[in-house]
């Protein structure tokens, strides 16, 4: 019976996810709360809910990472790493052969081609725009009077021809208002957003390459609406994880759990990191800027060339 | 208390009006001229008797100028707009420039328009360096900019002066491309500001004053061995400098930049001026044999392409990693780029594409970008032994 566990936590714009594993890489425990932007108390009652569920006190725990935009705000990690990473290691872990992923998150969406190891290839992210992200999504259900959760369902019912000119997650929903005005039904608005939205992704998905199998991530993943519309964009089928929002934090407790293995004894992990040859994060001529992690001594997250040099 | 040369350096880098009134007042009399990069041959201007200025983007932000020019402009040509717009190109005597690209040349003619005091010169010289006329028509362009600079200073541009001034800038030049090779070589820690700090004040000072206090900096940089961040090449902003604060997040992420092609880089220091030849045969040889060194997607050449520079370069530097910085919207840049992105993924050289703004970058997105191909680079690592 393995007594090691390790925690991953995804501190995103809009939802903070905490994981914890076992040794094997099984979860034990999942948590998501939504708490709006980076919030370090959604992340609290995030990490302390899947402790909670998996019966363990932090002390226990053998190696926690953190992903997502806040990070580097999360305490006691060994290690950071981005979402991209941990998405690809997630989802790979969840979906076997999976090559291309496509998350889509409160403020961000991303493709990422993954290799047969497992890690990123390719990846290309959405610009400063928030079309097609999560909150895009809640900005469309605003506009129809509909629930967040209802929302695929309406556009499930209705024909997606109408014509949906602006992706601008401001001016769309002056669109939409105006679409409402003209009487045309609900749910051919929210079809036809889905639909245009699914174009949008189509064209980031153009960015890295399109890969089968693919599997979307992310909060979106769980809108029937938004899998049936980037299904057909791509012409693929579009597999989803049973749990799709932690997936990234799942890869960075797997990532966590990685880092463990291969710091007792050092041993070559095929695909994954491999050591550094020193010993500490304070030794001379080392920056945890970007550094492995896998070190003695604690990880300086605000580790800065301007500071260092 | 003697100001340290490296902070003097800073200084007259980011502070062109500030450099420019101190060279005033030590030259009463003197002229400056606003120089548009990327292909005007300073050396005739400075023997000329003039302070030649390569027109920095001052990275304000683009207000009155906004409307001068259209949002699918670059950064730099709307910021030149702008700094035409509120008096800010009013530093210069005259502005002059060679031939650059489209975009570049709209900023000239707002400044042409807007300021129709101020002397703006425009000379074509030939893009097409392959074609057997080419090297004449260069050498009849460089005549007429050696006139044109004659007759704004009111001097002669003598075989004697522009020697000197070959030999001053040529030097200069020297001593930077020394620094570089000091980075890529990895015995001196140099940060990317730096370095475009160095580059940026070189294109602002006279070159004697400015070669002075590059060796007095080389001296006062302590070294330092590098650490086992992920070495990455710069490439592109072939005509203005990226933003700093950028180039921070980039090393801050985990990247070790190592070598570049930047205008504020390797670029600027491709080619010096032959001291050989003829000073003017040479002025135009400069010109001609650029490309050759460190191709640019605004010139035509059919022996020239960066992408195999590019793949060599990397070869030379030991760089694992090729970032490129796009400015939005620069078209000869967007044009070539699937050149070198098919190129670097056929090499298997790791590659991230950053579309840079000349205001409002989002630097948080930008810095998940590069922390996830350090972490693509590191996780393919051989391992150590």
Redesign the interface.
């Known amino acids: 019976m393995t007594t090691r566990h390790y925690l991953g936590v995804d501190l995103g714009s809009t939802t903070a996810k905490a994981v914890v594993i076992d040794g094997l890489g099984g979860i034990a425990a999942s948590s998501t709360i939504a708490m709006g932007a980076v919030s370090r108390r959604g992340m609290q009652r995030a990490i302390d809910a899947a402790l909670e569920s998996a019966g363990l006190e932090t002390a226990e725990l053998s190696g926690t990472v953190s992903t997502g935009?806040g990070r580097k705000l999360v305490p006691g990690v060994q290690r950071t790493?981005?979402?991209?990473?941990c998405h690809a290691r997630g989802t790979s872990e969840m979906v076997p052969g999976v090559r291309l992923v496509i998350d889509v998150g409160g403020q961000?969406s991303k493709a990422i081609t993954v290799g047969s190891d497992g890690?990123?290839?390719e990846?290309a992210?959405n610009?400063?725009c928030a079309s097609g992200t999560g909150r895009f999504y809640e900005v469309l259900a605003r506009a129809l009077e509909c629930e967040i959760d209802d929302l695929g369902a309406l556009a499930m019912q209705g024909n997606d021809d109408l014509e949906i000119s602006t992706m601008c997650a401001t001016f769309a929903e002056t669109e939409i208002v105006s679409l409402m005005a003209q009487d045309l039904p609900v749910a051919d608005i929210a079809s036809s957003v889905h639909r245009a939205i699914a174009a949008r992704t189509l064209a980031l998905v153009a960015q890295v390459g399109k890969r089968t199998p693919v599997v979307l991530t992310g909060g979106v993943a769980r809108n029937p609406a938004a899998v049936h519309f980037l299904s057909r964009a791509l012409r693929v089928e579009v597999g989803v994880p049973e749990q799709p929002q932690i997936t990234g934090a799942y890869g960075a407790a797997l990532l966590a759990l990685e880092a463990d293995q291969r710091g007792r004894p050092v041993q070559?992990v095929a695909?994954?990191?491999?050591?550094?040859?020193?010993t500490s994060h304070d030794e001379?001529?080392?920056?945890c800027?970007?550094?492995?992690g896998n070190l003695a001594g604690p990880v300086d997250l605000g580790?800065?060339?301007?500071v260092r040099? | 208390m003697t100001v340290p040369a490296m902070e003097r350096l800073v200084r007259a880098a980011r502070d062109t009006r500030g450099y420019v009134a101190a060279w005033r007042a030590a030259h009463p009399d003197g002229k400056v001229l606003g120089v548009m990069p990327m292909n005007f041959p300073r050396e005739l201007a400075h023997a000329a008797g003039l302070l030649p200025v390569i027109v920095p983007d001052d990275q304000e932000p683009v207000t009155e100028g906004r409307a001068l020019l259209p949002e699918f402009y670059c950064g730099f040509t709307r910021n030149l707009a702008d700094q035409v717009a509120t008096g800010r190109l009013d530093l210069y005597d005259a502005v002059f420039m060679a031939d650059h690209c489209i975009q570049l040349v709209g900023a000239a003619d707002v400044a042409r328009q807007l300021q129709p005091e101020t002397p703006v010169f425009f000379g074509m010289l030939a893009t097409s360096l392959s074609d057997a006329w080419a090297g004449q028509k260069v050498a009849e362009m460089m005549n007429t900019f050696r006139e044109e600079v004659e007759a704004l200073s009111g001097s002669k541009v003598t075989d004697e002066s522009l020697r000197a001034s070959i030999a001053a800038y040529n030097a200069d030049r020297r001593a930077l491309r020394q620094i570089f090779d000091e980075r890529t070589a990895g015995s001196t820690?140099w940060?990317p500001t730096e370095l475009q700090d160095l580059v940026a004040s070189a294109m602002v000072m006279d070159p004697v004053e400015h070669l002075a206090l590059l060796e007095l900096a080389r001296a006062e940089k302590v070294g330092?061995?590098?650490?086992?961040?992920?070495r990455v090449h710069l490439s592109g902003h072939m005509c203005h400098a990226p933003r700093r604060e950028l180039l921070?997040v980039i090393?801050?992420?985990?990247?070790l930049v190592v070598d570049d092609d930047l205008w504020t880089g390797r670029r600027f220091l491709s080619t010096d001026v032959d001291e050989v030849l003829e000073p003017m045969e040479a002025i135009g040889h400069w010109y001609t044999s650029r490309n050759g060194n460190l191709p640019c997607p605004t010139r035509v050449q059919h022996d020239a392409d960066w992408d195999t520079w590019l793949v060599e370069s990397t070869e030379r530097s030991g760089a694992e990693a090729v970032i490129h910085l796009m400015p939005k919207f620069c078209e000869p840049h967007m044009l070539l780029y699937p050149e070198l992105r098919k190129r670097l993924d056929a090499e298997g050289i790791a590659q991230l594409l950053i579309?840079t703004e000349h205001e409002?970058i989002?630097l948080?997105?930008f810095r998940?970008?590069v922390?996830?191909l350090?972490?693509?680079v590191?996780?393919?690592?051989?391992?150590?032994a």
């Not at chain 1, 800027?289 to 492995?292: F, L, N, P, S, V």
């Not at chain 2, 330092?224 to 992920?230: A, L, W």
């Not at chain 2, 590191?378 to 150590?384: D, Q, T």
């Open positions: 935009y790493f981005t979402e991209i990473t961000d890690l990123v290839d990846f992210m610009d400063r070559d695909g994954a990191d491999h050591l550094f040859p020193r001379p001529g080392h920056s800027a970007g550094c492995d580790a800065s060339i301007a040099r | 820690a940060a330092q061995p590098r650490d086992e961040r992920v921070q090393e801050d992420s985990g990247a579309e409002g989002p948080e997105a998940t970008r922390e996830a350090v972490e693509r590191l996780r393919k690592r051989p391992a150590y």
